[in-house]
């Protein structure tokens, strides 16, 4: 099984980035999905989640109005497009995949799969 992200890099303060995270998990469409971010000494955070027929999403009220996440079953992707980005949106972002029974977000997301990470770094 294998999330692999991509679209991460060095953008300036307000600039725009696409990451998109293409999964190998099947079936793909139980899976919710989330994007998540660590900085250094800090714990990993959730950014924003989608459940598995997108009917529902989740965006953490850091990056809400400026983040969205989709998803494509059937290219087995998953995007997070960021607008206006601030410095402190400078992290690691991993891609995560939690099974779901259900066409929701789960409450707490604890992955079973993750990526391995790409680098956003917002300068000013």
């Known amino acids: 099984v294998q999330l692999v992200e991509s679209g991460g890099g060095l953008v300036q303060v307000g600039g725009s980035l696409r990451l998109s995270c293409v999964a190998s998990?099947?079936?793909?469409?139980?899976?919710?999905m989330g994007w998540f971010r660590q900085t250094p000494g800090k714990e990993r955070e959730i950014v924003a989640a989608i459940s598995w027929g997108a009917r529902r999403t989740y965006t953490a009220d850091s990056v809400k109005g400026r983040f969205t996440i989709s998803r494509d079953n059937a290219k087995s992707t998953v995007d997070l497009q960021m607008n206006n980005l601030k410095p402190q949106d400078t992290a690691v972002y991993y891609c995560a995949a939690k099974y779901s029974h259900y066409d929701v977000v789960p409450l707490l997301f604890e992955s079973d799969y993750w990526g391995q990470g790409t680098q956003v770094t917002v300068s000013s």
């Open positions: 998990i099947r079936p793909f469409s139980s899976y919710a």
